[in-house]
């Protein structure tokens, strides 16, 4: 049991540092870059920040708020291309799209941190991905978060 509470611990510190580490990449990029096309996908930095910042605003916050507030059995699907395609602001300032994670980040975290052991399996079913712990759906959203942004810093 004590390591899985520390993995937590470490999960957590983890999930907070995410958002400090799209800052520190912000901050040391050129700013004429910044909407220059750095993915696979042909997406800009501020681009694959908004974009992980809509995901965890429409999609994983509500999912974490969810469960750690027990009223949670279902989850629709969240089309996250769509959603960029029908939302996304070229103008919308960087530091803007990045107050927000860290605010979104902030309020889970709020949650999270004084959750009891037996809080993070609390679970709800999902169409494509099944029934799922609030202990994956943190996973998951630490996951989105940093494999985007070692996407938009692997050339930097």
Known sequence: MEELL???????ERYAATVQDWGA???SLPPEQLHTPCTAAGW???????????????????????????????FPHF??????????????????????????RARELDCLVPLQPRGWNRAARHPWHGLRTLMWWVERSLYHSQKH?????YKM
Request: hydrophobic share 45%; glycine share 0%; net charge negative.
């Open 6 to 12: 520390e993995y937590r611990r470490e999960l957590l």
């Open 79 to 104: 089309d996250d291309l769509a959603w960029m395609e029908q939302h996304y602001r070229p103008d919308e300032p960087a530091e803007a799209i990045l107050a927000e994670l860290a605010a979104l």
């Open 25 to 27: 990449a912000l901050r």
């Open 44 to 74: 800009s930095f501020h681009q694959t920040l908004a974009h992980v910042r809509d995901v965890e605003a429409q999609a994983l916050a509500p999912r974490i708020q969810c469960l750690t507030d027990e009223v949670a059995v279902h």
């Open 149 to 153: 942004l070692d996407e938009v810093t």
